[in-house]
């Protein structure tokens, strides 16, 4: 029985820094509303890499306590109104420690 050793380079590891955390006012949120069915659809832009958002919502007190961390994320409203999202963005290196508040409108 003959074996085989195969030999590789080793992986270069990259470490998580907070040099390496990116900034969320760069990427401009997309927010779109179905008001037929009171559906909202947050995305970060098409071709953005490297990235992950992190969605706040408030809450009935005004609190930010309710997130999400997808891209596509959909959510319906059920109360007509005017409500707001934070989007903070996050990758290897950690989270955005700045946001881009939005807000949008459900008739």
Not at 12 to 26: D, L, M, N, R
Not at 80 to 94: F, I, K, P, T
Request: hydrophobic share 40%; proline share 6%.
């Amino acid at each position: 029985m003959l074996g085989a050793f195969v030999a590789c380079a080793p992986e270069v590891i990259k470490h998580p820094t907070e040099a390496g955390i990116v900034s969320a006012s760069t990427v401009e949120p997309v927010i779109t509303v179905d008001q037929e069915i009171n559906q909202v659809t947050f995305n970060i832009p098409e071709g953005t890499k490297a990235v992950i958002p992190v969605w706040l919502f408030q809450d009935k007190s005004g609190e930010w306590t309710s997130y999400s961390a997808q891209d596509g994320l959909k959510k319906i409203y059920t109360k007509a109104g005017d409500y707001a999202v934070r989007m903070y963005l996050m990758n290897a290196s950690g989270v955005s420690p700045d946001y881009v508040e939005k807000s949008f409108h459900i008739d």
